[in-house]
């Protein structure tokens, strides 16, 4: 029987958005096969996780890709990449915490993402949408941390998954809005 390698990583990936601290042995239960099977193919916690980066690149890059970040005024752009990420906050929520990732050298995707999303922020501000005073790569910052803390609030039903893009929205944007000189 082969492994497919995709539905591991799918289901390692559901696991540790939920429960970070998972072990092998809870990670190999998850995705249906022997924790044996697990390290053959991943060598260890390090390897998985780190296969869990690339695929949450990749997956970010795809509600990029959706959201169709050049059209459209900034504030509705952002609106539209709020709503393609959140099939990936989950997963993004922890490779956000996972210290692992940001102790040596930061894999070159995650640099690529951050420039095409400070590049919106950086339209918004040219656009006299968004506030001028906060740096592109700080709203780039804020984005994230609001992605990752919806993905945790709408696990332990503080938020309902509904509301994930409104309330993500409502907060990041009621404090980059440009507000009207007095």
Not at 38 to 57: N, T, Y
Not at 62 to 86: F, K, P, S, T, Y
């Amino acid at each position: 029987m082969s492994l497919d390698r995709a539905r591991v990583l799918k289901e390692a990936a559901a696991l540790l958005s939920r429960k970070g601290t998972a072990s092998m042995d809870e990670i190999a239960k998850a995705a249906g096969i022997s924790r044996a099977t697990l390290h053959r193919h991943f060598a260890g916690r390090d390897a998985l996780v780190r296969a869990l980066e690339q695929l949450g690149i990749e997956q970010f890059e795809q509600a990029l890709e959706r959201a169709r970040l050049e059209e459209g005024d900034a504030a509705e752009a952002l609106r539209r990449l709020v709503v393609c990420a959140e099939p990936v906050a989950g997963l993004l929520s922890f490779l956000y915490t996972e210290n692992q990732l940001f102790e040596l050298e930061v894999n070159e995707g995650w640099n690529r993402l951050d420039a095409r999303v400070q590049a919106l922020f950086l339209r918004g501000q040219e656009e006299g949408a968004f506030r001028v005073d906060l740096s592109p790569a700080w709203l780039t910052d804020a984005l994230y941390g609001l992605i990752a803390s919806g993905a945790w609030a709408v696990h332990d039903g503080r938020v309902a998954a509904k509301d994930l893009t409104r309330v993500i929205c409502e907060l990041l944007l009621g404090g980059a809005r440009r507000r009207a000189e007095r």
